[in-house]
């Protein structure tokens, strides 16, 4: 495999709580009785789709309200162990080529991973400002096909939902699951690799 293409939520950095905390907030402040365990099936989707998931009545100005508080929360992500010497040694291999495709905007991706320096690491970026339809539609991956000249039967998909296994397979490129965040159920029996470490990348490419 050449080609890999990125999740970030869940798969490069820890940003679980930095999002669901301030959502559960939120929803509870506006009278909705969700729990964190309520709020985070809905992680790793744009956040205007996870909040109309959720059914509640003005997603619009909850997502809003949502995302004034995120900031207090910053202090919660962290870069999971191992990821960024993996990203250094396929950075510097001539025949890896890799992108992120994320459901953050620009301007979240700056402050959540820039900051950490990950983006060096990767050759192209698709933000969800840039496409039409979220995870689990393909058009980010598709996008980042496009934007890495990829062969999609030799590009792998990193992530950690079930969201991006779909959206990966209705791409018709691999999937690789992000075994260091989520344990494999049922629900990923289709994944093409079950990673348990970021280190098991380099076996497959």
Excluded: C
Excluded at 14 to 32: A, C, F, H
Excluded at 39 to 68: M, N
């Amino acid at each position: 495999m050449n080609y890999l293409i990125f999740d970030v939520d869940g798969t490069l950095i820890d940003t679980e709580k930095m999002y669901m905390l301030p959502l559960q907030k939120t929803l509870n402040e506006n009278g909705y009785d969700f729990s964190y365990a309520d709020v985070v099936k809905v992680f790793g989707i744009t956040s205007l789709d996870a909040v109309k998931i959720l059914g509640v009545s003005d997603p619009e100005a909850i997502q809003k309200q949502w995302f004034a508080k995120i900031k207090d929360y910053t202090q919660y992500t962290t870069v999971y162990d191992g990821i960024e010497p993996v990203l250094k040694t396929l950075h510097d291999r001539s025949d890896v080529n890799m992108a992120i495709a994320t459901s953050k905007q620009k301007d979240e991706f700056e402050r959540d991973v820039t900051r950490f320096g990950l983006d060096q690491y990767f050759d192209k970026f698709v933000f969800s400002n840039e496409i039409k339809h979220g995870k689990p539609a393909p058009d980010m991956i598709l996008k980042g096909i496009e934007k890495l000249a990829a062969d999609p039967a030799s590009t792998i998909y990193v992530g950690d939902t079930v969201y991006d296994l779909k959206a990966a397979h209705a791409a018709n490129v691999g999937f690789a699951l992000a075994g260091w965040r989520t344990k494999k159920t049922a629900d990923f029996q289709t994944s093409d690799y079950d990673l348990k470490t970021p280190n098991e990348l380099l076996s497959i490419v």
